[in-house]
């Protein structure tokens, strides 16, 4: 088992900062990925970023490229998600979760999930 808990979120100005983290505990050699993904009221929950735990490798969805940075700390295991220039549309409930394979952006790839943490972006 892996425990995921995340923690950062709040509410924040349009244009504003975020950095979200998540600490894993348990068996954290079983998963090779972390990914955060987000879902907003009324919408389906979509993949925001992933990062491979050995190689570091990131991924992004187009629509925060350039202004969310995923990085890691394989000595605290945890992940980070530096959320910058945040805009309304970046709203909603961020959950962070542990992938053993797969793709990283499909859901169904990631094994372990948090709790999440709301972020709000207000104008």
């Known amino acids: 088992q892996v425990q995921l808990v995340e923690s950062g979120g709040g509410l924040v100005q349009s244009g504003g900062s975020l950095r979200l983290s998540c600490a894993a505990s348990?068996?954290?050699?079983?998963?090779?990925?972390r990914g955060w993904f987000r879902q907003a009221p009324g919408k389906e929950r979509e993949f925001v970023a992933a990062v491979m735990w050995r190689s570091g490798s990131a991924y992004y969805t187009d629509s925060v490229k350039g202004r969310f940075t995923i990085s890691r700390d394989i000595t605290k295991n945890t992940v980070y998600l530096q959320m910058n220039s945040l805009k309304l549309e970046d709203t909603g409930v961020y959950y962070c979760?542990?992938?053993?394979?797969?793709?990283?952006?499909?859901?169904?790839?990631?094994?372990?999930w948090g709790q999440g943490t709301q972020v709000t972006v207000s104008s």
């Open positions: 348990g068996r954290t050699f079983s998963y090779w990925g």
């Open positions: 979760a542990a992938m053993s394979g797969g793709t990283y952006s499909d859901p169904d790839s990631y094994t372990y």
